[in-house]
């Protein structure tokens, strides 16, 4: 059973930094896509950020480049999402997720997905 665990959400200023962390047990994701989702208050889902397990190719929502970057350590079955320069509009409930592609990432046709953590930007 694919257990997928978040943590590091908390408050920060705009313009810090945070870093989440996806704890996956139960299994590796080898040949699979890993992802991190969002949402914020009163608003639908949205895909943030996804990386293929074992290339390590990325993929980023337009409105993160630059300021996000996903990351995974194969040897702590770990995914990470390193969010700089935060904007109040990045406040949400950040999940990680597995699926098939980046394409399915973008879609939400999810095999996985964590409770989530929540970030919070104050101005």
């Known amino acids: 059973q694919v257990q997928l665990v978040e943590s590091g959400g908390g408050l920060v200023q705009a313009g810090g930094s945070l870093r989440l962390s996806c704890a996956a047990s139960g299994r590796t994701f080898s040949g699979r896509v890993m992802g991190w989702l969002r949402q914020a208050a009163g608003k639908e889902r949205e895909s943030v950020a996804a990386?293929?397990?074992?290339?390590?190719?990325?993929s980023y929502k337009d409105s993160v480049k630059g300021r996000f970057t996903i990351s995974r350590d194969k040897s702590k079955n770990t995914v990470y999402l390193q969010m700089n320069s935060l904007k109040p509009e990045d406040t949400a409930v950040y999940s990680c997720?597995?699926?098939?592609?980046?394409?399915?990432?973008?879609?939400?046709?999810?095999?996985?997905w964590g409770q989530g953590t929540q970030v919070t930007v104050s101005s």
């Open positions: 990386i293929t397990w074992s290339s390590g190719t990325t």
């Open positions: 997720a597995a699926a098939q592609s980046h394409v399915a990432i973008g879609r939400q046709e999810l095999d996985y």
